[in-house]
């Protein structure tokens, strides 16, 4: 079997498990409040990669533990994604009418209920991650919680958002641009292979091999996504091509060029195959995802 | 004394080191993201009450604990206030151009800023939730983490918030507005003064206690902000009077007009006096507190 027959057969099951536990997390069955439950199911269940969580159960199979171990945490990881596109989407912030094919959650539900739907999923997140101690000693959870509460803030996603609608319409510094999506993307990717493998009990050298992996992955995603917003069909897009352009985004290929740009992931993806060389064949589902980082075509 | 200097004499020291706290925990110096964190310190260490940090220290000391081991958890409180108020006065929610006499944070920033700033504050929240660590034992950490993060969402800040806009208009039953205040503004102060009791080391007796005394108390407070929204002068309210009358909003005002929601409030305050009597002297804070609700100008 090449990598991509494994990866489907590893993720399978696994984005199965995710997707009920999500639904079971956001199944609220009280009359009040109305509408927002459905918002958060509208923007957390939709069809999605669920990248983070399986990233934070590949982490923690990596190094001796298993995804029922993790799924709290892993199903909280998610809901902060969906939380941040959610936000993102917003008229006064990127203006998305569609995402994956469908109407973004403002268009659906108007932007008052999006914002709150937005703060809401958020703030499950953090019940989840509460709810981790069912499965993990109490040390663990606070010390998952403010790694991912960092990933989220200033040091992290917000930062980020801020940086790139700053930016756009300018023309910025590679510094710059990797500061934007170390922060954007990469601190929450960071913290989704960081939580489970901590979660798991991951000694700290095995923290850092991962920490570096986590790094080269989140790298290898964004370039990647800038490449495939300049390439790929309106269909795999699900949004229209050249979105980032037309609106003057900081990108790596607007910087570097498709050709330089793809040169970029393909060196974070030999760094992030390198750095996983201690963890053995445990770590194997690390290694495809990262080659699915840069081989897929949306 | 009465209660007034009393409670004058408790609030100055311990205002003052909440102050000096979260202007501490907001201080980044990071050259980048630019504008988040002068936007976020816009919004939080503005002047106001400090009620939340306040019920949460005054509690943790009802049980025998004292201020300096609260203070993370103390001004995450205050945080997830202001992220709560950063979101509300926003365009598509109540559209609020002042707060506290000054211009709100969209108007100040932009609409996107205010988005972010806003998650950003909510972040850090629970950032500092997990530096409670530092000074309690973790199980504490994450039951006030589930306390409080459960107080913010669904079922609580953004559920009140949701069937607030969803009632404006409206006339709504007697029933509906307690779930909008006991979820909007209930939930976040009940977290605070359980917080402070559970980091404390306050036994599920007093936990209950503490728990009831809350309830009451938010009720006095909401009674009270909607009579002030009414009979108070602009100069005391620093925003228009009758505001909430103008966006046909649900109030206790304007379900049972002035004086029975004046019975109401002082009826509340009897309950949370009440609630209080295991307690002993080290309550007398949160009993002048609950006094002060209903008796403040603004």
Redesign the interface.
């Known amino acids: 079997m090449d990598w991509r027959a494994h990866l489907q057969e590893y993720l399978a099951p696994r984005v199965a498990q995710v997707n009920r536990a999500l639904a079971a997390f956001l199944a609220?069955d009280?009359p009040?409040?109305?509408?927002?439950?459905e918002a958060?199911r509208y923007a957390a269940l939709a069809s999605g990669k669920r990248l983070r969580p399986i990233l934070c159960i590949a982490a923690a199979e990596a190094v001796g533990g298993n995804a029922d171990q993790v799924m709290p945490t892993a199903c909280a990881l998610e809901l902060i994604h969906a939380?941040s596109l959610v936000?993102d989407d917003?008229p006064?912030?990127d203006n998305d009418r569609l995402r994956r094919g469908q109407p973004t959650v403002w268009v659906q539900f108007?932007?008052?209920?999006a914002?709150?739907a937005?703060?809401?999923l958020?703030?499950?997140a953090?019940?989840l991650?509460?709810?981790q101690?069912q499965y993990s000693?109490?040390?663990r959870?606070?010390?998952t919680?403010?790694l991912?509460?960092?990933a989220?803030?200033?040091?992290?996603?917000?930062?980020?958002?801020?940086?790139d609608?700053?930016s756009e319409g300018q023309t910025i510094s590679l510094e710059?641009l990797q500061?934007i999506h170390t922060?954007k993307t990469g601190a929450l990717i960071r913290a989704s292979v960081l939580a489970g493998a901590i979660l798991a009990g991951a000694t700290p050298a095995q923290q850092a091999v991962l920490d570096a992996y986590s790094r080269a992955l989140g790298l290898a995603f964004q370039i990647t996504d800038d490449i495939l917003n300049e390439t790929a069909s309106p269909e795999q897009l699900g949004k229209p091509v050249g979105s980032d352009r037309a609106r003057k985004k900081a990108t790596y290929t607007a910087l570097l060029g498709v050709e330089q740009a793809r040169q970029h992931a393909l060196q974070a993806h030999r760094a992030a195959q390198e750095a996983l060389q201690p963890l053995g064949e445990a770590a194997n589902p690390l290694r495809w995802l990262v080659t699915y980082a840069i081989e897929r075509t949306h």
């Open positions: 609220y009280a009040l409040p109305r509408q927002l439950p958060m939380f936000h917003l006064p912030m108007g932007e008052a209920m914002i709150l937005g703060d809401a958020f703030a499950k953090f019940e991650i509460a709810e101690a000693p109490p040390e959870v606070v010390q919680l403010h991912i509460a960092t989220a803030g200033v040091h992290g996603m917000c930062g980020g958002q801020v940086e609608i700053l710059r500061f922060h």
